[in-house]
């Protein structure tokens, strides 16, 4: 019988896995269709414009008036998604969230903020760590209708249901504080039971930061020293691949390859914000349904 539950599970995981490649190609598919029909376009110029970093696609823009009583709060501007990068896989979609989504969110979530803590390998339950010292909450999912609004967009963007995704976790740095370089990904049985792997992540920017809390991939494979502004960012910054928040701005990172590997060129962490605050908006997602 043990044997039968063992199978029985390995062929859930299994079938797990074959959905998000399946999705995965269909996503490839469309951007071929996108392509074809020149609603997508990619940069001509130089070899050196097809770097890792230089590399992108840009969705023709759009400005979508966005009423409170339909899909959301405010008016969310130019939307684009840019390809930062292949070593991780990474994407940048400008304006996911309007200016009083981000206000919303901030809102809900201020009473309510608590010493962030990380995830023990050993026993999946939390625990204060020296190498992540901001402030959060989880937001429950589906909490209510612009959250619900905000977890279809994901679900849009990334190709993944709603119901793969864990709750929205709502993140506040003050100055000094910090997230060292770690992996989204499990190394460990125990937290993997519920959803299986994680998969991808999004991270929405809800404010603006004077200087420092750039989210940095130090081990993205690219010559990104010959990006413009690179002067400009942190020292934490310069150690690899890294972005600036920006207010609405939601970047989509994936921390298994299309063949549900680990990707360990997902390694990322958030710079110690030097001047101002930064709010930001977690989305975890899973290889298969997450259970909340």
Known sequence: MAKWRGNRHQGKRSSSVVLVLSMLLMLTIVLLMLLGLGILSLPIGSDEDYSPIASRIKLKRMRL??????????????????????????????????????????????????????????????????????SGMFLRRGRDKVIRDIEKRIADFTFIPVEHG????????????????????FLDEFNTRNGGQRVATVLMYLSDVEEGGETVFPAARGNYSSLPGWNERSE?????LSLKPKMGDA?????????????????????PVIRGNKWSSTKWMHVGEYNV
């Open 166 to 185: 864990e709750g929205l976790q709502v993140l506040h740095y003050e100055v000094g504080q910090k997230y060292e370089p770690h992996f989204d990904y």
């Open 65 to 134: 008036d966005v009423k409170s009583e339909g899909e959301g709060l405010g008016k969310r501007g130019d939307q684009w998604t840019e390809i930062l990068s292949w070593e991780p896989r990474a994407f940048l979609y400008h304006n996911f969230l309007s200016k009083e989504e981000c206000e919303y969110m901030i809102n809900l979530a201020k009473p309510h903020m608590t010493k962030s803590t990380v995830v023990d390998s050993k026993t999946g339950k939390s625990k204060d760590s020296r190498v992540r010292t901001s």
């Open 251 to 271: 970047l989509l990172f994936w921390s298994m390859h299309p063949d549900a590997t680990l990707d360990p060129s997902s390694l990322h962490g958030s710079c």
């Open 236 to 240: 934490c910054a310069k150690r690899g």
